[in-house]
């Protein structure tokens, strides 16, 4: 069975810092481009940042948040992460990460076409 867990969201002070955890199961996370998206209230799903499945580990993001978060993966631990440093309260929203089978970290830019995805944690930015 498949499945996708985050952990790690939460409330934060703007100029804080959260790190997200994905951790998989039930498929070989080394053949699947990973990612993090995020969706506030009123807002679409946009991809905020996203791995390669390829052996360079290409990343994408977004231009509102490149320099302030980092994205990792550990596939021997089947577990991947997003790093949220400088966090600011437009960075809020339920962040959800995804997993699409062989391919680029080009594809972050949409949301169609990944092959699963997690429930979403929430990040909560605010004095």
């Known amino acids: 069975q498949v499945q996708l867990v985050e952990s790690g969201g939460g409330l934060v002070q703007p100029g804080g810092s959260l790190r997200l955890s994905c951790v998989v199961s039930?498929?070989?996370?080394?053949?699947?481009?990973v990612g993090w998206f995020r969706q506030a209230p009123g807002k679409v799903r946009e991809g905020v940042s996203c791995?390669?499945?390829?052996?360079?580990?290409?990343?994408y993001y977004a231009d509102s948040v490149r320099g302030r978060f980092t994205i990792s993966r550990d596939n021997a631990r089947n577990t991947f992460y997003l790093q949220m440093n400088n966090l600011r309260p437009e960075d809020a929203a339920v962040y959800s990460c995804?997993?699409?089978?062989?391919?680029?970290?080009?594809?972050?830019?949409?949301?169609?076409?990944?092959?699963?995805w997690g429930q979403g944690t929430q990040v909560t930015v605010s004095s």
């Open positions: 995804a997993a699409r089978f062989r391919a680029t970290e080009r594809l972050c830019g949409g949301t169609h076409g990944w092959d699963y």
């Open positions: 791995i390669s499945s390829n052996a360079d580990g290409a990343t």
């Open positions: 039930g498929f070989r996370l080394d053949l699947y481009a």
